[in-house]
């Protein structure tokens, strides 16, 4: 009954109504809207992390670290890929051998990441096989095959096909050279990856190095980062000798912004339901000045004052909670939108590049952000109406009737 | 005129709470725009400082290709009457020369890639304080022989103060450069990347050591305002006649300039957000003072009061409305600011430490500038100038015999 009664108020003043429910509706929407391109962003930048390089956890030895080494070998690492790759939700095992050394071209010579990979098992692991701008990932033909990224073939002035000569330490400390051909470029989201990271065979890598089949470093990918935990924590306990990391530890800055991206997202509509906080105060204010003698009339004729005041209350809470409604809808549409078609941000690439974030954006925005956000606009009505009611509630009926 | 004023005034407190509330609504959108604007500005000064003094400086001269190709072939000479006329230039603090290059590092059975770097003792501190950063054994003097190592590299390597390296790359030309060289001092960056590949050597040391006597790779300068920056630049360019590339820190680190500008939006993204919301506040009220006086204008203006002058109070109302919102903040918001741009806020937990491990203090830095006063005053402006065109028009289309009845 009194909710009724509140719903016929509000459209007793359309006109005022209408501009507060917009108010709401169009603060929200611009608010979750801004709020799902930051998650979005972040989500891309997790994802490409996550796709080019760290796959969902990797296992190395301890002492790998801190000082990585190519010594720093993880023993018996063939049963352990052979038991993930039966285990279950898991979709590649990549078993990596990795050493640090200097890639020259007749120009110039630069540092590098050297990644000894098995090319096909790596393709289930990471996207770098997708992002192929000039020639092949490791085609047929010819030995010795090297894939590089687009920013160190700038930076040594090499092309597809191009001689490239690699400098490393072996495994008993004498410097080791090896010619290679360059096979592909690859670009990424991330300049620095690009300029750092090169993959060549891991048994052409082995056999310069002279040495029998090792592994620093073994990355597994899951069908699906929800089985990250059935997954990697028996992995992690399982063993208990060597470092398992999922990749929020392996890039702990990643997932620490991530974590705090919701708060700000919370911190951020707050702030606009507080705006708006003065706005619904102001609307119901005027509402219930104008009605002073209806107000006296039902407190004479035997209405509680309590029920009184939660009329007003419900009426706020109606008043916001149509908006809150409006602006959710029109919000959803639009991240649906843009989460589908993206928003283009060529015009940053390079800054975006440092952050690995690609140029498309796809907004989108988790559904555990809705409740809360439904608890904090009831919230903000209820303490918008809180003063107005108990303005009403204070009136005296015998004057209030005589109030034209 | 005055009279208008007065008249709009006192209308205004005919519904004191009401008034009270719209204003306080821009009073509280304009103290948190100004708290954001300060807080984001002050943290790309203090970007912007860390970062160019952490390595660049705010221009550097290189070769014609230095910077792309980053090899010894594009290294450049320069003559003392060069860096004469830069010293002399208006604003030019401090040449720092450098010869950059990348080398594998020995110790025992561990090798690594490091960037060396040949510096001049004296001017290098002066810019990145790298005397101060040293942990163990000394500085580097003008013909020392030794190597500087960063700390992280040191560890990695397994050696200290007093133990040999040998170093083995490529000099200028493609001589090879190796050299058996002793460990003098052990120097600690914060930034994990530097702190596990930066070595120094005295700039003659690692010129002779590359085959490449007088050569430079580049020349980091550092200037005293950096309001002075685009001047500068192209006095330097004039020393130089364009033979020698000359950057600045924006051309330097584009990736720091675009992460100030993406975040910048978002920040102006969200204020808009905010005001946008105050923009329905304030139309709000003032829709309803115009609703509720219908019969109040229709009088008016059927015992001569000219519409226009009617209009003109009206719009009087709505400025007075967001104008004690603004005011108020902004001078309230004074104090706030340079109380934290003189203590700066201190960050603690994980947020200070990933901040720590990027290399910077953990506080979040405040700036104040006059524009961004003015910028909040146009924005609210612009909000009554539109919210006041709804009484305008309701007066313009009012009919007065209508109206009175009303």
């Known amino acids: ?404 | 005129m005055s009279t208008y004023i007065k008249l709009a005034w006192r209308n205004l407190w005919r519904n004191k709470k009401r008034t009270l509330i719209a204003a306080a609504s821009v009073f509280f959108a304009v103290i948190l725009a100004l708290l954001m604007r300060s807080m984001q500005t002050g943290y790309y000064d203090y970007m912007i400082d860390a970062s160019v003094r952490m390595y660049t400086g705010y221009i550097q001269v290189h070769g014609k290709d230095y910077w792309e190709k980053r090899s010894l072939e594009e290294s450049m000479v320069t003559n003392a009457d060069q860096i004469n006329k830069l010293k002399n230039i208006n604003g030019v603090q401090l040449i720092v020369p450098r010869f950059e290059t990348y080398s594998l590092i020995s110790h025992g059975n561990k090798t690594k890639v490091v960037q060396i770097t040949g510096i001049d003792p004296q001017l290098e501190t002066k810019l990145t304080d790298l005397k101060k950063k040293i942990v163990s054994g000394l500085y580097l003097s003008d013909s020392s022989k030794g190597i500087v190592l960063a700390q992280g590299l040191a560890e990695i390597l397994k050696v200290e103060v007093g133990d040999s390296l040998v170093i083995y790359g490529q000099g200028y030309h493609g001589v090879t450069a190796a050299a058996q060289i002793l460990i003098i001092g052990i120097v600690k960056f914060t930034l994990p990347e530097l702190n596990k590949s930066f070595s120094y050597l005295s700039l003659s040391y690692a010129q002779w050591l590359f085959s490449a006597p007088e050569r430079l790779t580049s020349l980091s300068i550092m200037i005293d305002n950096p309001k002075d920056l685009d001047r500068i630049k192209s006095d330097i360019q004039k020393v130089f006649n364009d033979k020698y590339e000359v950057m600045d820190w924006e051309e330097l680190s584009p990736e720091l300039i675009q992460s100030i500008q993406i975040d910048n939006a978002s920040g102006i993204i969200m204020l808009g957000i905010l005001y946008i919301v105050i923009a329905f506040g304030i139309f709000g009220t003032i829709m309803m003072m115009t609703a509720e006086r219908v019969k109040e204008f229709g009088i008016l203006i059927s015992v001569g009061m000219k519409k226009w002058k009617l209009a003109l109070v009206s719009i009087y109302e709505t400025l007075f409305i967001s104008f004690i919102g603004v005011f108020a903040g902004a001078i309230i918001s004074i104090p706030i600011l340079l109380y934290f741009k003189a203590n700066p806020i201190p960050l603690t937990g994980e947020m200070a430490d990933a901040i720590m491990a990027w290399g910077f203090e953990p506080i979040l830095p405040f700036a104040v500038y006059p524009g961004m006063f003015f910028a909040q005053i146009w924005t609210v402006l612009a909000i009554a100038m539109v919210s006041a065109l709804y009484p305008v028009l309701f007066i313009r289309k009012l009919k007065p015999v209508e109206a009175m009845r009303g």
């Open chain 1, 1 to 404: 009954m009194l909710l009724t009664l509140a719903w016929r108020n509000i459209w007793r003043n359309k006109k005022r109504s209408l501009i507060i429910i917009s108010a709401i509706a169009v603060g929200l929407c611009c608010g979750l809207f801004a709020s799902a391109t930051m998650f979005g962003m972040w989500d891309s930048m997790i994802n490409t992390t996550i796709d080019r390089d760290l796959g969902h956890f990797q296992i190395h030895s301890k002492s790998y670290e801190e000082e990585k080494l190519l010594t720093d070998t993880i023993p018996n690492f063939q049963n352990i890929v052979t038991k993930l790759n039966s285990t279950k939700f898991v979709a590649g095992v990549s078993s990596r051998t990795i050493i640090e050394g200097m890639a020259s071209s007749a120009a110039t010579s630069n540092g590098v990441r050297i990644l000894g990979i098995n090319s096909d098992s790596e393709k289930n692991i990471t996207s770098i096989h997708q992002q192929i701008i000039k020639g092949s990932y490791f085609g047929e033909g010819w030995k010795n095959q090297i894939v590089i990224g687009e920013k160190l073939a700038d930076n040594l002035g090499i092309r597809e096909r191009s001689k490239i000569v690699l400098s490393f330490q072996g495994v008993d400390g004498s410097i080791i050279y090896g010619a290679f051909r360059v096979a592909g470029i690859y670009k990424t989201e991330s300049s620095v990856f690009d300029k750092t990271n090169i993959f060549v065979k891991e048994d052409e890598l082995l056999s310069l190095l002279n040495s029998k089949k090792i592994s620093n470093e073994i990355v597994v990918r899951l069908s699906s980062v929800q089985q990250l935990d059935s997954v990697y924590l028996p992995t992690k306990l399982m063993y208990s000798d060597l470092s398992v990391k999922y990749w929020g530890e392996l890039a702990p800055e990643l997932k620490l912004f991530y974590d705090m991206l919701l708060t700000q997202m919370y911190i951020f509509v707050g702030i606009i339901l507080f705006a708006l906080l003065f706005g619904i105060t102001n609307t119901m204010l005027m509402s219930v000045m104008e009605r002073v003698r209806e107000f006296g009339v039902l407190m004479a004729v035997g209405m509680k004052r309590s029920r009184v005041f939660l009329m007003i209350i419900l009426e706020t809470i109606s008043l916001s909670f149509i908006g809150g409604f409006a602006g959710i809808i029109l919000a959803l549409i639009f991240i649906e939108y843009f989460g589908y078609v993206g928003i283009n941000l060529s015009a940053f690439t390079e800054g975006l590049s440092q952050w690995s974030l690609g140029t498309q954006l796809y907004t989108s925005l988790p559904f555990s952000f809705y409740p809360p956000l439904a608890l904090m606009i009831l919230g903000t009505s209820i303490l918008g109406a809180f003063y107005p009611a108990l303005k009403a509630i204070r009136l005296n009926p015998a004057k209030a009737i005589r109030t034209y």
